[in-house]
């Protein structure tokens, strides 16, 4: 039990929040030519600075990354300048901002590959389902099954596009995004990783490429800056595993001599789309009691259910998707007790202002 409410102080790592509404990265799909931020993203992120610490959409640590339209990158020069203004609108606001680095893996398409290439993965093994490409959907391709020797490569990659957010952009921080089968999410699970090198088959090998990326990333901007966030139980992206309790109970135990800012665990409320599937093991519970650092949770949370959570000592903190898409001061509302604006999930990905920046805050409602 916690004494604890959405509206305690929390520290995470070097980061300080004065609340625990967390906005959840969301992938937007605004990002300008050459995947780079615009000032209407620095508009929308600043909109939301009330949060305890906003995590932006996932963002692109290296060429072969993408796997959506105008998804953005953190590898040139001009999307980190471009993301150094959102990070300065941020802090003008009095916020904290803390990078999602992605590699979307076999969640991709030639089209989104330098030379049409196909995208890579550990295994050669297509996620079943369709992906959107800017020219209609098209079957997921298969994959190329990474050779050992350029592992090093893609976590450098992470390295260096934590070095960019942090020392360059001037972020807060950086969450590894270890969930909803991209990259990281296809070596952890047996589903899409079927490696017979050391990053396949145990538990201890499909957590490797993941505890390499921490370790790289640690290393390069300090532990107290980074996040990782895992979706356990998820489905999304065609994932699954035979045993995710003995995988990521093994994942969060060496995750904690790293001492990191937080970890962000996904496991849906009951009858939310990102809950565990009908029958399948509930896991966030177990991991909280392993892990020893602070625990973000996420998964269609209302504030009594975020409140209760904390209370119960379930989670240091809570993160919030859809309502900060249309509640742009979403902690004041909670405070306040205020009814919440709903979202319109046509605009959610693509497009300009509109269910962008246009939602209003309270006072506005009021006026
Ligand atoms: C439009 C949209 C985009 C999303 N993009 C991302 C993303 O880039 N990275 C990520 O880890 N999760 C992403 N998610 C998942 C959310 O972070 C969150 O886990 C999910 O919406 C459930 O939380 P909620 O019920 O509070 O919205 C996205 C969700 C939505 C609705």
């Known amino acids: 039990m916690s004494n604890a409410d959405l509206f305690t102080p929390l520290r995470l ?4 929040l004065p609340n625990r509404v967390i906005m959840a990265p969301m992938t937007r799909s605004r990002a300008g030519e050459g995947n780079v931020v615009t000032p209407l993203t620095a508009e929308y992120y600043a909109q939301r600075a009330s949060a305890g610490l906003i995590i932006t959409e996932a963002t692109q640590v290296s060429d072969t990354a993408q796997g959506y339209p105008n998804t953005p990158g953190i590898h040139t020069d001009a999307q980190t300048l471009a993301w150094r203004a959102v990070a300065e609108a941020v802090h003008a606001e009095g916020g904290r901002i803390a990078a999602q680095l992605w590699h979307v893996g076999r969640i991709s398409h030639p089209v989104f590959q330098p030379g049409g290439a196909l995208p890579v993965a550990p295994s050669a093994i297509a996620a079943q389902g369709e992906l959107y490409t800017g020219d209609g959907m098209k079957p997921f ?3 190329r099954a990474l050779e050992t020797n350029e592992i090093p490569g893609l976590v450098k990659a992470f390295a260096d596009a934590a070095k960019r957010a942090v020392f360059d952009a001037g972020l807060d921080g950086v969450e590894i995004h270890g969930a909803n089968g991209y990259l990281i999410d296809q070596f952890l699970r047996d589903r899409s990783n079927k490696r017979t090198d050391r990053y396949g088959g145990s538990v201890e090998n499909r957590a490797r490429f993941l505890l390499e990326i921490v370790d790289a990333v640690t290393t390069a901007v300090g532990a107290n800056r980074v996040g990782v966030r895992l979706s356990p139980t998820g489905t999304f992206n065609d994932m699954a595993d035979s045993d995710p309790l ?3 109970s093994h994942v969060v135990q060496a995750l904690n001599p790293f001492g990191l800012a937080f970890l ?7 009858g939310h789309h990102m809950a565990p599937p009908e029958g399948a093991p509930h896991v966030a519970a177990e991991l909280r009691r392993l892990y020893k650092g ?3 949770i996420n998964g269609g949370y209302t504030k009594e259910q975020a409140e209760a959570a904390i209370t119960a000592g379930a989670a240091d903190a809570v993160s919030f998707g859809e309502p900060f898409i ?6 004041e509302r909670f405070r306040a007790g205020a009814e919440l604006t709903p979202p319109d ?3 959610y990905y693509g497009g300009d202002a509109k269910g962008y920046t246009d939602y209003p805050a309270l006072e506005t409602v009021d006026a």
């Open 13 to 16: 790592g070097a980061i300080e």
């Open 141 to 143: 391709p298969t994959p």
């Open 246 to 248: 003995a995988l990521y």
């Open 264 to 270: 962000h665990v996904i496991e849906g409320q009951p």
């Open 294 to 296: 602070p625990f973000i």
């Open 326 to 331: 249309s509640n742009p001061d979403l902690p």
């Open 345 to 347: 999930r046509s605009t």
